[in-house]
Nanobody, 124 residues
Framework: QLQPVESGGGLVQAGASLRLSCAAS????????VGWFRQAPGKERVFVAA????????AYADSVKARFTISRDNDRNTAYLQMNSLEPEDTAVYYC?????????????????WGQGTQVTVSS
């Protein structure tokens, strides 16, 4: 059973950077797509970024494409979301999710395994 656990959230000022981590137990981590989603207060959860098992394919939401980078280290069973030039609009709970699909997906329903989330707050 795959269980992702997020870490790395916090409170930062606008323009700062943060790196989120998603660690997952289970031998199957090498074979899953890793996705990041976020949910801002009072809003629905939305797609942020995703990466395929080998790291050769990535996908990003338009709102973060130029600022965020998703990566993974399969030897450590960990994926990362490097977030640069953070804006107050990036404030949200960030969730890591895992999928058995072959290619990155932006659809929540494609991800059966979810973490508990980590809070990112960006002050202006």
């Amino acid at each position: 059973q795959l269980q992702p656990v997020e870490s790395g959230g916090g409170l930062v000022q606008a323009g700062a950077s943060l790196r989120l981590s998603c660690a997952a137990s289970g031998r199957a981590f090498n074979n899953v797509v890793v996705g990041w989603f976020r949910q801002a207060p009072g809003k629905e959860r939305v797609f942020v970024a995703a990466i395929n098992w080998g790291g050769s394919r990535t996908a990003y939401a338009d709102s973060v494409k130029a600022r965020f980078t998703i990566s993974r280290d399969n030897d450590r069973n960990t994926a990362y979301l490097q977030m640069n030039s953070l804006e107050p609009e990036d404030t949200a709970v960030y969730y890591c999710a895992l999928s058995g699909l072959k290619w990155p997906s932006g659809r929540e329903n494609d991800y059966p395994y979810w973490g508990q989330g980590t809070q990112v707050t960006v002050s202006s």
